[in-house]
């Protein structure tokens, strides 16, 4: 049969049983028989890592880190060409701002087809009514 370890642990095994004690009522616990092989929760020991090691995943080598540190710097320097990037962004708000304005004004014409009709408007639908020109005049100066 398997020989459990002689000494005495965290969860008080010994030799594959619990002993029996005494509770503090004065109550017997009787023994408790432990399966081979069994190790209890507070019995596991927790992984530690090793102090001076590198924090590398299972596998890599030194090597592998040192390219992506070399990667890492050369990705700073790119701060140099920001300027077009920004020409470009400008460009793409501009016709984002034109695509929501044709959509409003799509929107404020549907709303006045519909006063056209005689169906009633909420005050909402008033207001985006009465933005309308002032759209047109926006959109209209985003083109140019």
């Known amino acids: 049969m398997f020989q459990h370890s002689t000494s005495h642990q965290a969860s008080g095994i010994v ?5 029996k004690s005494i509770r503090p009522d004065g109550s017997v616990r009787k023994e408790i028989k432990i399966r081979p092989g069994y190790t209890p929760p507070e019995d596991v ?10 924090p590398l995943p299972p ?11 070399k990667k890492r710097s050369r990705g700073k320097g790119k701060g140099k060409n920001t ?13 984002k701002r034109a695509r929501s304005l044709r959509k409003k004004i799509r929107q404020a014409t549907d709303l ?9 408007l909420l005050p909402e639908q008033e207001d985006k009514l009465s933005q309308l020109e ?4 926006e959109l209209s100066s985003l083109s140019l």
């Open 112 to 120: 006045k087809a519909k006063k056209d009709a005689g169906h009633p």
């Open 15 to 19: 030799n594959g049983t619990v002993p």
């Open 134 to 137: 002032r759209l047109e005049e």
């Open 45 to 54: 020991t927790r992984y530690t890592r090793k102090p001076n090691l590198p």
């Open 59 to 69: 596998g890599a080598a030194a090597a592998v880190v040192e390219e992506k540190k």
């Open 83 to 95: 300027p077009p990037a920004k020409v470009e962004h400008q460009e793409e708000d501009t016709e």
